[in-house]
T-cell receptor, first 112, second 112 residues
Framework: AQSVTQLGSHVSVSEGALVLLRCNYSSSVPPYLFWYVQYPNQGLQLLLKYTSAATLVKGINGFEAEFKKSETSFHLTKPSAHMSDAAEYFCAVRGANSKLTFGKGITLSVRP | DVKVTQSSRYLVKRTGEKVFLECVQDMDHENMFWYRQDPGLGLRLIYFSYDVKMKEKGDIPEGYSVSREKKERFSLILESASTNQTSMYLC???????????FGPGTRLTVL
């Protein structure tokens, strides 16, 4: 079975500061991992994905994530936060079937 | 550009009414999904479909049914709406591996 843990429900950073959103997963098969972003009253948009190629994955809007098998982690980072990054972020893992298991999400706030 | 559309952004219904939520994708994807999203609970899978006329229960199917008569269209049906079905409903579709899901904008349903 698959599971995703996103610790905490809310992260607040200053504009220009490093963004770090943590994701740990559990998977019974080699994982495919995803980060999605959701802006208020919208659907989810794919930020980036890991599909067993490079362990450092670059996504849209300057975000990147590193797959670490030994730590079962796939943390999302951005070197410099922008006000427009304020949103909810979800980590997800694909299981043996085509379904995705999502974490509970984490809300990012960016202070001016 | 990939597109998943949902029939309504906002919907208000009365307890006991039959409710239809429609989802259409233009990407020729085999897989389609219905989720509900509630604060603090993340995304929970209601039903999914691997092909036309095929459906499988997700994690919370009680009180819901689905229909997939055409590949591009996946409908969620609330047979008799109840107040605890007030939620944001998200539709998604995906293609074979890596199975990243593409989401619609969501329908915010309120049951009075």
């Amino acid at each position: 079975a698959q599971s995703v843990t996103q610790l905490g429900s809310h992260v607040s950073v200053s504009e220009g500061a490093l963004v770090l959103l943590r994701c740990n997963y559990s998977s019974s098969v080699p994982p495919y991992l995803f980060w999605y972003v959701q802006y208020p009253n919208q659907g989810l948009q794919l930020l980036l994905k890991y599909t067993s190629a490079a362990t450092l994955v670059k996504g849209i809007n300057g975000f990147e994530a590193e797959f670490k098998k030994s730590e079962t982690s796939f943390h999302l980072t951005k070197p410099s936060a922008h006000m427009s990054d304020a949103a909810e972020y979800f980590c997800a893992v694909r299981g043996a079937n085509s379904k995705l298991t999502f974490g509970k999400g984490i809300t990012l706030s960016v202070r001016p | 550009d990939v597109k998943v559309t949902q029939s309504s952004r906002y919907l208000v219904k009365r307890t006991g009414e039959k409710v239809f939520l429609e989802c259409v994708q233009d990407m020729d994807h085999e897989n389609m999904f219905w989720y509900r999203q509630d604060p603090g609970l993340g995304l929970r899978l209601i039903y999914f479909s691997y092909d036309v006329k095929m459906k499988e229960k997700g994690d919370i199917p009680e009180g819901y049914s689905v229909s997939r008569e055409k590949k591009e269209r996946f409908s969620l049906i609330l047979e008799s709406a109840s107040t605890n079905q007030t939620s944001m409903y998200l539709c998604a579709s995906s293609h074979p591996p890596p199975n990243e899901q593409f989401f619609g904008p969501g329908t915010r349903l309120t049951v009075l």
